[in-house]
Structures are given as structure tokens and as C-alpha cells.
């Protein structure tokens, strides 16, 4: 079956605000075996949303749209909604209820048009929103579903599991349909694609195989669409053909993030970890961070962005930085060791480099960044050049000296 999506909001048509919902949803319901259709980003006019709705509707069972729920003048979603399927706006006594309760929790005034949310279709039903004021509203016409859910992304993340969970009670599984994650690292997308182009040639029509590239690694999904093939080749046969395809490539069966691989392997071994960054400006200890549960491993870090810091808090050497620059194997080397030393911890990494768009010398253009992966068994430094803006350069450095330490976890 078929799945639909549609986004409405003037600020994310502007590029003011991400959005980060749709593809949320579509994660979430392709799992449970729906059919993404399309997704539709709208403007806030009433006939944008309603000629997006409509169409959405011709072409899917299902319809999850989010925003335009809130309390401003602009948030024309729900007169929209009833014209298309019916009823009238009123007052909602249990959506009341649960506007006040978050108020209340809040502790904060509730004013008039915040109340006025209460306002629902008499042609939907009503799934509470506990993490915002603005209802979920479940409509049906002829067969098909529309469920209308708020825009703020936490409140559409934290309610989505319940949505699909109705979801499914009322469709059952969108398909019978398989899928599987692999990480793999140290090859290029185009490599990869060539090494396993003997393993795509044999794939029947209804099994598909996705490249993901993110960076420092590569996401490969393996997707088998079984609804209309009932003697398909096993799902688990082809997952393991797979593996053999990839051979040492393989980092791990699922989706994991550089970080969360280089936490994994710090676990194994009852390590602990500590970062020395200047050009990434702490965003290694961010991706470390991010991952629940990982203080059982992260002990800190150092953004030593100035020469000053590198010297007086990591204790690296002046006439090393006078003599070969703070972006080199030298300086990053002793970064490395300076932060496990301060912090106590048994392994590091640390990164010095040009992200750009100036500070390029002579031999140093913009990407150059000098890393270094230190454990108790000693210290690798290497020089990478990386390609695109000042966002892509800390991104992939970041990433690449996860890997670099991951790499010799592995090999040490």
C-alpha cells in the first residue's frame, strides 16, 4: 500500500527551518512495509494545502501530513481539512483538558488562541498530543486515511510511534517487506559500487540495494519487496550473499555512525576516550556525546583552537609549532598525548587543519587537516585532504578521525 506525505509551512518552503519530518516519516512506515508515493512540501494558503491534500489522497491509502496546526493567523490546516471531509470546527472538551494540563505543568498563562486549538473537524477523530497543544487528528473518506500532525519535530518524533501504531491497527502491514543495514567503511562509493556490481547483476527485479553515503562510511540497505512474490529467493540467503560480496569491507551489520562503532569498540576492550580538536572545534566530542549511554567511555575533551591552548593546556611544544605550523603530524601527534594525559584517558584523537574558506598557505591548501589516534600502544598520525565547504571539511574530518582510531582498535 501506498503512502503519502505532506508538509505544510511557509518557513520551510523559505529555507528558514529544516525539515527534518518527512523523512522521519517515511522511515517509519517504509519499515512496516508501506510504499513511499510522494512527499509534498506546501506553502500555508488554504488552496496549496488543499490542492496537496487532494492529490495525495488520489494516489494513497494513507496520508500523513504535519504542520499548520498552531495557534497563529497562518495556521489554516484544519478549515481545510473539514471543507475536504466534512463537518465543522468545535470546541473539543478532552483536547481542552489536555491544553490546560500542559500549561499547567509548564507553568504558564494560557492565553486565547492557544485555547482556541481545541478547535477540531466533528469529522476526525482525536489522538492526543501529550507533548504539545495542537490535537493529532485522524480523518477517513472512501477507504483511504489522512492523519494531520503537528509540525514541531520533537513533538512529531515523540507521537509518531503511537500514529503508526493505530496506523497499523487499522491496515495491518503496509507489505511484506524486508530490509537490512550494513556499514562499511575505507572505500569509496564508486568502488564499492564496481566491487559489488556481480552481486547487484544476480538481484531479482523486486529486491533493490541503496548506497547511503555518509561521512567516514558508507550505509548499504538491502530492500526484497515479497507482496506479489511468494517463492522469492530467501531474504536472509541474499543478506548473507551480501556479506561474502563485502568481505573485510564490512564494519557492521546495521546502521552505526562512526562514533557509535568507535564506541562499541572502546566498550569491547575496557577502554576509555578523550579528544584534542582545533579545526573540528569540538564537534568529535559532539558525535561522541550524542550517542546515549556513552560515558562509560567518554572522559572529555579540549577544543584547542589558539596555538596558546595547544601549548599552556596540552603541553605542546612552541618551537614545534614555530617550525612546522599547528597544522602537521608534530603538533597533532602531541595534541593526541596531551589530552590523554590530562583527562587520563587510555585512547585520543586529535585534529589540526585548514576548514576554510581562508587561512590556506603555501603546501596547506583549504580541506588540509593533520590527525593523530593515540592509544596505550602508541601513536598514528595521518594527513587527509578534504573537498567541499567549511561545514563538509569539520563534518568529514570529524568522522575520519573516529575511523582512524577505530582502525587501529582494530588492527593493534
Excluded at 209 to 227: H, K, Q, S
Excluded at 302 to 307: K, L
Excluded at 339 to 353: N, P, Y
Excluded at 357 to 374: C, I, L, Q
Amino acid at each position: 500500500m501506498n503512502l503519502s506525505i505532506v508538509i505544510i509551512g511557509d518557513e520551510i518552503l523559505l529555507g528558514r527551518v529544516t525539515d527534518t519530518n518527512s523523512g522521519l516519516v517515511a522511515r517509519t512506515f517504509a519499515a512496516d512495509g508501506w510504499q513511499i508515493k510522494s512527499i509534498r512540501t506546501v506553502s500555508d494558503k488554504a488552496d496549496d494545502i488543499r490542492r496537496a491534500i487532494e492529490a495525495s489522497l488520489a494516489e494513497s491509502e494513507l496520508v500523513i501530513s504535519t504542520g499548520g496546526l498552531g495557534p497563529t493567523r497562518d495556521d489554516i490546516t484544519k478549515p481545510v481539512l473539514t471543507s475536504i471531509f466534512g463537518g465543522e470546527l468545535r470546541m473539543d472538551d478532552a483536547v481542552t483538558r489536555n491544553i490546560e494540563a500542559i500549561f499547567a505543568d509548564r507553568k504558564l498563562k494560557l492565553n486565547e488562541l492557544t485555547r482556541l486549538q481545541a478547535l477540531v473537524p466533528t469529522s476526525c477523530r482525536v489522538i492526543q498530543n501529550r507533548l504539545g497543544t495542537a490535537p493529532i487528528m485522524w480523518f477517513e473518506k472512501d477507504g483511504h486515511v489522512l492523519v494531520a500532525m503537528p509540525g514541531v519535530p520533537f513533538e512529531t518524533r515523540g507521537m509518531l510511534p503511537e500514529v503508526a501504531a493505530e496506523v497499523k491497527g487499522h491496515f495491518g502491514h503496509g507489505g511484506v517487506v524486508f530490509h537490512r543495514e550494513f556499514t562499511v567503511t575505507g572505500i569509496s562509493e564508486s568502488a564499492l559500487a564496481q566491487q559489488l556490481a556481480p552481486f547487484e547483476d544476480t538481484l531479482p527485479e523486486y529486491v533493490k540495494l541503496a548506497y547511503l553515503p555518509n561521512p567516514g562510511e558508507i550505509v548499504l540497505r538491502l530492500d526484497a519487496d515479497y507482496t506479489d512474490h511468494n517463492e522469492a529467493e530467501s531474504f536472509d540467503s541474499l543478506a548473507d550473499r551480501l556479506v561474502l560480496a563485502l568481505g573485510d569491507r564490512l564494519t557492521a551489520v546495521g546502521k552505526l555512525s562512526p562514533a557509535e562503532l568507535l564506541i562499541h569498540k572502546l566498550r569491547e576492550r575496557g577502554l576509555t576516550f578523550a579528544s584534542a580538536e582545533s579545526c573540528t572545534g569540538g564537534n568529535i566530542a559532539h558525535l561522541i556525546t550524542e550517542v546515549a549511554g556513552c560515558s562509560d567511555v567518554m572522559l572529555g575533551g579540549v577544543v584547542s583552537y589558539s596555538n596558546s591552548v595547544k601549548t599552556d593546556v596540552l603541553g605542546v611544544n612552541p618551537a614545534d609549532i614555530e617550525a612546522y605550523g599547528a597544522v602537521s603530524e608534530q603538533v597533532v601527534r602531541q595534541m593526541a598525548e596531551g589530552v590523554r594525559r590530562i583527562t587520563g584517558a587510555d585512547c585520543a584523537v586529535a585534529t589540526s587543519g585548514i576548514a576554510g574558506p581562508g587561512g590556506a598557505t603555501d603546501g596547506k591548501p583549504v580541506g588540509t587537516v593533520w590527525m593523530a589516534a593515540s592509544t596505550p600502544e602508541g601513536t598514528e598520525a595521518a594527513l587527509f585532504h578534504f573537498g567541499g565547504d567549511r561545514q563538509a571539511v569539520i563534518d568529514r574530518a570529524s568522522a575520519q578521525a573516529l575511523m582512524l582510531l577505530c582502525s587501529r582498535l582494530t588492527t593493534v
